[in-house]
């Protein structure tokens, strides 16, 4: 099965005979981990530079998502100074 993303991404979800490996995290685990206030995760995520994937009125974001952003900012950080 496969799930589209805001910024036309697909993601495939695995089939019945091919489980999904992917981690997917909660807004609040995401603000734990990067230190920041869950609005600020909401506001990334409605900006489009967090994608995210619904599930019902819940957001959730996939490791690999979580490691693009991580290293977007870490290059935008070394490109300012």
């Known amino acids: 099965m ?14 019945d005979s091919e489980p999904l490996n992917e981690r997917f995290y909660s807004v609040q ?16 995520i409605y900006s489009g530079q967090l994608p995210s994937i619904r599930v019902g009125r819940v ?11 991580c290293f977007q900012q870490e290059q935008a950080e070394l490109f300012r100074r």
Not at 30 to 39: E, S, T, Y
């Open 29 to 44: 685990q995401i603000a734990d981990k990067l230190n920041i206030h869950f609005r600020t995760v909401y506001n990334l």
């Open 2 to 15: 496969t799930v589209n993303l805001r910024n036309d991404e697909k993601v495939h979800m695995g089939t």
């Open 59 to 69: 957001h959730r974001i996939s490791q690999d998502h979580l490691n693009a952003f």
